[in-house]
C-alpha cells in the first residue's frame, strides 16, 4: 500500500528554521515527481517545492525561494526553510505522482497527512 509519511514539523520563532521529511513507501517503483504542498487556515493550498527524479530538476515557489532547500535521497524527500516569517504557519503535505511535476494539486494522486508547522513572531 501506497504510503507518504511526513515529519518534521512544529512550532518555531520567526527566523528559525525548520526541516521536513517526507518518506515514501509501498511504491513498486519510486516515484517522478516528490513535492512539498502547504495549506494556510482558511487558504487554498499552495505547492511550496517540487523535485523530478528523472533529471534532478528542483523548482521552488516564489514565497519560499531563495529560504528553502529541497534534496531528495530516492524515497525520503527533505525540506528545509530558513528565516521563517509569521506568513509561512500552515500545515505542509507531501505529494508524488509517476509523471513529470506539476504545479496543480490535482495531479498528485498520493498525499501525506501533513505536518504542522507554526511561527510566532
Known amino acids: 500500500q501506497v504510503h507518504l509519511a511526513e515529519s518534521g514539523g512544529g512550532s518555531v520563532q520567526a527566523g528559525g528554521s525548520v526541516r521536513l521529511s517526507c518518506t515514501a513507501s509501498?511504491?513498486?517503483?519510486?516515484?517522478?515527481?516528490m513535492s512539498w504542498w502547504r495549506q494556510a487556515p482558511g487558504k487554498e493550498r499552495e505547492w511550496v517545492a517540487t523535485?523530478?527524479?528523472?533529471?534532478?530538476d528542483i523548482d521552488y515557489a516564489s514565497p519560499v525561494r531563495r529560504r528553502a532547500t529541497l534534496s531528495r535521497d530516492k524515497d525520503i524527500l527533505t525540506l528545509q526553510v530558513v528565516s521563517l516569517r509569521p506568513e509561512d504557519t500552515a500545515r505542509y503535505y507531501c505529494?508524488?505522482?509517476?509523471?513529470?511535476?506539476?504545479?496543480?494539486?490535482?495531479?498528485?494522486?498520493?498525499w501525506g497527512q501533513g505536518t504542522q508547522v507554526t511561527v510566532s513572531s
Open positions: 509501498g511504491f513498486t517503483l519510486s516515484p517522478r515527481c
Open positions: 523535485f523530478d527524479s528523472d533529471d534532478g
Open positions: 505529494a508524488a505522482r509517476d509523471g513529470f511535476c506539476s504545479w496543480s494539486d490535482a495531479q498528485y494522486p498520493w
